[in-house]
């Protein structure tokens, strides 16, 4: 695959997100097995992520397999009669129903619903559910999760530099106002007996 240096590249700031694609191919293409360029991509994806909350990011350009999805940078998938011959869903597919699986519970109104604007379809796409929709149903336990994770929000906006920071706390406290809102509207089973 050659080196940075046979490449000219000497800095990470000098990884925009046309080498990475560049160096995504080369990997694929190289011979080496899907789940070593899996990981060498997802180190990348690591390192990247971790240089835009540094304090002195060095500049890498964010990977492409981010946006296109990593299937396109791995090698074909190889089966040897194993038991699981199917590709799995994409993860960006199952990264965003996943999360929300675990945060919302979708009673699905097609008029209230933000999901779906253009009213073509009949059913929730929870890939594109937005917090503050009026068919979103949190109990308790969702509550607590949300402030917990406004909690982590605020202790990583400690440790970032300040539009960062100011944009974590502006996200925790949004969510705070979520489980706040649900305190305040919430029905508990004296109220639906009577």
Wanted: proline residues 5%; charged residues 25%.
């Amino acid at each position: 695959m050659g080196t940075a240096a046979a490449l000219g590249i000497y800095r990470l700031a000098d990884c925009g997100t046309d080498v990475l694609h560049d160096f995504g191919e080369r990997c694929r293409d190289s011979g080496i097995g899907r789940q070593r360029v899996y990981k060498i991509l997802g180190a990348l994806t690591r390192l990247w992520a971790f240089d835009q909350l540094s304090a002195h990011p060095n500049g890498i350009g964010r990977p492409p397999w981010e946006d296109a999805g990593i299937d396109d940078y791995l090698p074909a998938a190889t089966t040897f009669g194993g038991e699981n011959e199917t590709e799995p869903l994409a993860a960006e597919t199952m990264g965003p129903l996943l999360v929300w699986a675990m945060r919302v519970v979708c009673h699905y109104k097609r008029a209230t619903a933000l999901c779906h604007r253009d009213g073509v379809k009949d059913a929730p796409s929870l890939d594109h559910c937005v917090p503050g929709c009026g068919n979103v149903i949190r109990t308790d336990q969702h509550a607590i999760q949300l402030r917990e994770h406004a909690t982590v929000m605020d202790i990583r906006a400690a440790r970032v530099p300040g539009p960062l920071g100011d944009r974590l706390r502006a996200n925790a406290d949004k969510l705070r106002g979520y489980a706040d809102t649900h305190d305040r509207t919430r029905i508990t089973l004296t109220e639906a007996a009577r």
